[in-house]
C-alpha cells in the first residue's frame, strides 16, 4: 500500500460491532472497556460515544442506549455523533459477547497502526528540520516508537482502595516471610533488609572514590542477586566486556584474580575457573561495553533491550561521570544533571532499577575519618535529588593508614545515606580483595 494515499488503517464495522454489544450487553461492555481505550477507535464520533460509555460506568450509572443517549446530549455531542437514530443502528451492528474479545483486539492491533504511521510523520518531520540535532532526533524516535510498540490499556489513575490492597498483601507476604523483599535482591542478607532491595522504576546511585571496590559491588549484585535468573543488563564505559566476565569468573570461582590474569594457577584452580566460566555464562547478564554513551544512545538500548527482555530485572551504567548529555551546556554540572534526570525518566518508564555508579569529589580525604557525605557527589547536586536510593562505599584500607591496611580481606562500609523508601544506616561487608567480591560481614 502506496504510504502517501492517505489510507489510515480502521474497520469501522468492527467498531460499530463493539459500540452496539456495550450498548445491549453488560458482559461485552466489560470486556470492551478492559481491553480498549476510546484512542483505538479511529471514528471520531466512535470516540465520543466510547468516552460516554465509559464514564457512565466509571461513575457507577447504568450503561444502555437511553443513559448513552442523555450523557451525549448533555455534552453536546449527541447530533455530532448522529443522533438517536445512529445509537439505534449501532444496536442493529452489535456483536455477541462472545467475539467482542476478538473484534476488540482487532481495534487494538489498527490503533497500534495509526501509531507507527503517526509516529513515522513525527519522525520524518525532524529529519527535515536542520536545527535538530541527529541525537536527538534518534532520542525521539526511540520514545516515540517504543511508545508505538506498547499495545495495552493502562489507567491514568489508580484509586487509592487498589493502591492500599496491593500494598497491604506485599506487607501480608514480607510478614509471612513467603517475600521478604519488595524489590531487586542484591545476595547480600544485610543490604536487603535496610533497602528492601532495588525498587523497580527507581533510581539507585552508588558512590564511592576511584578504586574503592564500586565496580565489583555492582557486579556482585548482578552476578549473585535476583531472583529466578532475570536479564540484567550492565554498561560498562570504563571496563571492557572481557575484564568484566573475569572479575566475575574470579567472584564464582573464588580464584585470585591476579592468578587467572597471569596464568598462574594450579590443575585445581583452573577447573574451578573453567566450572565457574560455565555458571557464570548461565545467569542472563548482558554487557554493552562502549566507552562512549549519551544520554540519547542509552535511552534506545535501554527501551530495545527491554522491549527484547521483558522481564528485565536490573540495570547498571557504570559510571555516571563518564556519560554525555548529547550537546553542550554551559556547565559540567547542568550536563550532569540531564545525564542523572535522564536515568531516573528511564527507570521509571520502564520499571525498572536503574543502578548508577557515581565519582566521589576529593572532599572525603580533607576530612579526619575520610568517611563520604551526601555532599560529596561529584559534579551535581541533582544526582542526590533524582536519587531514589544513596549507598555510599567505604574501606578503611584504602588510605594505607593503619594496621589492617595489607590484609587480603577487608572491612567495608556500606551508607545507605539516603532512602526515599525506607531507613538509612551503614551495612558492614567483608571484601574480599583477591576475588573482588563483597560478602556479608562475618562470612567466610
Do not use: W
Not at 127 to 136: E, H, I, K, R, S
Not at 205 to 224: D, E, H, S, V, Y
Not at 314 to 338: C, F, H, N, P, W
Amino acid at each position: 500500500m502506496n504510504p502517501d494515499n492517505g489510507f489510515t488503517p480502521s474497520i469501522l464495522q468492527s467498531e460499530q460491532a463493539v459500540l452496539g454489544a456495550c450498548l445491549v450487553s453488560q458482559e461485552a461492555l466489560y470486556t470492551a472497556l478492559g481491553a480498549l481505550t476510546s484512542d483505538d477507535f479511529s471514528d471520531y464520533n466512535h470516540r465520543l460515544i466510547f468516552s460516554a460509555i465509559h464514564d457512565l460506568l466509571s461513575s457507577g450509572q447504568p450503561v444502555n442506549p437511553v443513559t448513552v443517549s442523555t450523557c451525549l446530549s448533555k455534552r453536546h455531542q449527541l447530533d455530532r455523533v448522529g443522533g438517536q437514530a445512529y445509537l439505534d443502528e449501532l444496536i442493529d451492528c452489535a456483536t455477541s459477547p462472545d467475539t467482542v474479545e476478538f473484534e476488540a483486539e482487532v481495534l487494538r492491533d489498527l490503533s497500534q497502526r495509526r501509531r507507527l504511521l503517526e509516529a513515522g510523520r513525527k519522525i520524518a518531520n525532524l529529519a527535515y528540520d536542520p536545527a535538530v540535532t541527529n541525537d536527538a532526533i534518534l532520542s525521539q524516535a526511540s520514545q516515540l516508537l517504543f511508545k508505538a510498540s506498547e499495545n495495552k490499556v493502562e489507567e491514568e489513575f489508580t484509586p487509592l482502595t487498589a493502591t492500599v490492597n496491593s500494598a497491604l498483601a506485599d506487607a501480608t507476604k514480607r510478614f509471612e516471610g513467603i517475600t521478604p523483599h519488595t524489590g531487586y535482591t542484591t545476595g547480600l542478607k544485610d543490604i536487603d533488609y535496610l533497602t528492601g532491595g532495588l525498587t523497580p522504576g527507581s533510581l539507585t546511585i552508588l558512590a564511592a572514590r576511584p578504586a574503592m571496590g564500586k565496580t565489583a559491588l555492582a557486579l556482585n549484585f548482578a552476578q549473585f542477586g535476583g531472583t529466578g535468573n532475570k536479564p540484567a543488563v550492565i554498561f560498562s564505559l570504563e571496563m571492557p566486556a572481557q575484564q568484566l566476565a573475569l572479575r566475575m569468573m574470579s567472584a564464582q570461582s573464588g580464584v585470585p584474580l591476579s592468578g587467572i590474569i597471569n596464568g598462574t594457577l594450579s590443575t585445581g584452580q583452573f577447573k574451578a575457573v573453567k566450572q565457574a566460566s560455565e555458571e557464570v555464562a548461565a545467569r542472563q547478564i548482558y554487557i554493552s561495553d562502549n566507552s562512549s554513551l549519551s544520554t540519547a544512545d542509552f535511552m534506545i538500548k535501554a527501551r530495545r533491550f527491554k522491549t527484547k527482555h521483558p522481564d528485565t530485572a536490573l540495570i547498571i551504567v557504570d559510571y555516571l561521570q563518564l556519560m554525555t548529555a548529547g550537546r553542550k551546556y554551559d556547565s559540567r554540572v547542568l550536563e550532569v544533571s540531564e545525564i542523572s534526570r535522564t536515568l531516573k525518566a528511564v527507570a521509571r518508564e520502564l520499571n525498572v532499577p536503574v543502578l548508577a555508579l557515581s565519582q566521589l569529589s576529593r572532599a572525603p580525604e580533607s576530612r579526619p575519618d575520610k568517611k563520604p557525605q551526601l555532599s560529596d557527589l561529584r559534579d551535581s547536586g541533582a544526582i542526590e535529588q533524582d536519587a531514589d536510593l544513596v549507598m555510599m562505599l567505604y574501606r578503611e584500607d584504602y588510605y594505607g593508614d593503619n594496621e589492617n591496611s595489607d590484609l587480603v580481606d577487608s572491612k567495608a562500609d556500606l551508607r545507605v545515606a539516603k532512602n526515599r523508601n525506607g531507613a538509612t544506616g551503614v551495612v558492614h561487608l567483608t571484601f574480599k580483595r583477591e576475588i573482588t567480591r563483597f560478602v556479608n560481614f562475618g562470612e567466610e
